[in-house]
């Protein structure tokens, strides 16, 4: 079979049944939707609000802006497979597409440990908090994210273009990913593999040690509190955040906790798709649902429009 450097590839992982297709589209636009309005609402919520202009919700904005632009990455492209029953993407469509995806995904991981951090600044060392955690430290913390972020989705993205690959073969898959184009590569990837593999593994398992670590000192913390409100109080400002943590890295192992070069089953598309598009569309209801005071401010916001309207 012909190997060539810019191959067209066609994204298969989804049915081809007709009925199936309609299902699909309909649930898919469905989440990226939600997904949309739930994170431009609590942009918009955020922005709006003065009170709300704290560390912890400025992180939480960048997570929305993240997260919007993740599932941007990928759903609209499912649609328009959906739509027209045509899977097809240019090589250099794919690469693009793998590039965006990578750097949101990491900067989603990044950010929950950011937030993490926050979490335990505040309820570990209060009295401290305002002088660590300064608005210019807070946007440091998020540039320096965005740079490795990139920088490392550059280098994941440029080792896959120096690879050929076999011409006009599917890829069992809705989005262009490592493991797909790794599983379709005629040359010898075992290089690019390892490489690969070592930058995700230490993207994803140090922020993951920060995360167990900071809620390690967190739990500790709260464990000293006399008082059972005190104890529900601190808590609560941490739970969820901590739903969301669990919620993004079980379907991320689920996706991932391979060698990129195996194939993906069926079960392995449905984690996917939860990684892709629910985690991204669940997370602002999240944390609006449990949160009084975004609640307050959404429903100012509501009420202003819907009074103007």
Known sequence: ?????????????????????????????????????GNLLLLLAIGADIHLHT??????????????????????????????????????????????????ADMDNLLLTIMALDRYTAICHPLHYPLLMTPCRCGVLVVG???????????????????SFYINQEILHFFCDFGPLLWLSCSDAHLNENLMMAL???LGIIPLLCIISSYAHIFHAVGRVPSVQGKRKALATCSSHLFMVVLFYSTVFAT????PSVSHSSGELVAAIMYTLVTPT????????????????????????????
């Not at 989804?14 to 636009?29: G, H, R, T, V």
């Not at 490795?148 to 080792?159: C, D, N, P």
């Not at 991932?256 to 060698?259: E, I, N, S």
């Not at 009084?292 to 009074?307: Q, T, V």
């Open 1 to 37: 079979m012909n190997c060539s450097k810019t191959p067209d590839f066609i994204l298969s992982g989804l049915s081809s049944d007709s009925e199936k297709q309609w299902f699909l589209f309909c649930l898919i636009l469905a989440l990226y939707m939600l997904g949309l309005i």
């Open 55 to 104: 560390p912890m919700y400025f992180f939480l904005s960048q997570l929305s802006l993240v997260d919007l632009c993740f599932t941007t990455t990928t759903a609209p492209k499912i649609l328009e497979d959906l739509w027209t029953s045509n899977g097809s993407i240019s090589f250099s469509g794919c690469l693009t597409q793998l590039y965006f995806f990578a750097v949101f």
């Open 145 to 163: 994210s965005w740079g490795v972020a990139h920088s490392v989705s550059l280098v994941h993205t440029l080792l896959l273009s120096q690879l």
């Open 200 to 202: 995700a593994g230490i």
């Open 256 to 259: 991932y906790l391979k060698p």
């Open 282 to 309: 669940l997370n602002p209801f999240i944390y609006s649902l449990r949160n009084k005071d975004l609640k307050s401010s959404l429903k100012r916001i509501l009420s202003m429009e819907y009074s103007q309207d």
